[in-house]
């Protein structure tokens, strides 16, 4: 799974094995080590969560979650749909874009 952040947008990239891994559990989980101790990492989520109601994302000290309600991922991981797009507020009411996307590759 690839995060991308630039200015006030972040972006997933899920590829056809991650949808298919995310699909039946639920959840996937990268973690990018920064430094020599464990704890210097930063770690990025993709989470199907029932009690959200809208794609927002969560953001503890080195960790963030982006969270999709499950009907959503439900839906977005068994059909040819490829993008899921959604906003949230963020500090000093600021937004942030957040983007979805199955990395399916060129198809000439």
Request: charged share 30%; aromatic share 4%; hydrophobic share 40%.
């Amino acid at each position: 799974m690839k995060l991308r952040l630039e200015d006030n947008t972040l972006r997933l990239r899920l590829d056809e094995p991650e949808v298919a891994t995310f699909r039946q559990q639920g959840r996937l989980e990268t973690v990018v080590p920064l430094g020599p101790a464990t704890a210097d990492s930063l770690t990025y989520r993709l989470e199907r969560d029932a009690a959200t109601p809208a794609l927002t994302v969560r953001y503890e000290a080195g960790h963030i979650r982006v969270l999709l309600p499950a009907a959503v991922a439900d839906a977005w991981t068994s059909t040819d749909e490829v993008s899921l797009r959604g906003t949230t507020e963020v500090a000093d009411n600021h937004v942030l874009h957040i983007l979805v996307e199955k990395d399916l590759g060129c198809k000439h």
